[in-house]
């Protein structure tokens, strides 16, 4: 008689999430291009009637006017539309829990694991971002603290300008290899 094959114990399959680009960093004469740390972040929608409570739950005043954003404390309100506007945080708070209490008309959906940022900064950066977007990046046209939706090569991204020479450009996970690549090639570019 056969005697049965031993079983050995299989370890359980373990899942760990990654960050997209995890790591990735380029830098060339006058501009650095690197993936930024993972944010929370969250899409909003809501009318005039809502902002100062949502404003007022988010700790940041959500901005009004056309290309502008506000930031407090870590978190940054970008507007996007005349009722939309992308939340991130960067200290590591929910800003989708913190608005759950808020009764006023609104619509939040939590994109974090959607989106990716990618820093572009140094003297370089315009030229580097302006090789594949075609909006004015020029100081008086786009200053500190303007937001926009613009595209960037083939992709949407939302570019937020934090300093003179420094730019956070966020875009959907699935096109981020593609977004870093064209920075990257850009900022080569622009050191030439």
Known sequence: MAKAAAKTPVAP???????ALAGRTTSATNVKVEVLPPAERMS?????????????????????????SASKAGRTALWLGPDEWLVIDEAGNDPLADRADVTALHSAVG???????????????????????????SLDAFP?????????GKTEIVLLRKAPDDFRVECWRSFSDYVFTFLSEAARDAAA
């Open 144 to 152: 500190v603290g303007a937001a926009s939706r613009t595209i960037l």
């Open 44 to 68: 909003l929608r809501a009318p005039e009637a809502s902002v100062a409570a949502l404003s007022k739950a988010l700790g940041v005043t959500l901005p009004k006017q056309q290309k502008t």
């Open 111 to 137: 994109i974090s694991h959607r989106n990716i940022a990618i820093g572009v900064t140094g003297a370089g950066a315009v030229a580097t971002i302006n090789a594949g977007c075609p909006q004015d990046l």
């Open 13 to 19: 399959p373990s899942v760990q999430r990654r960050p």
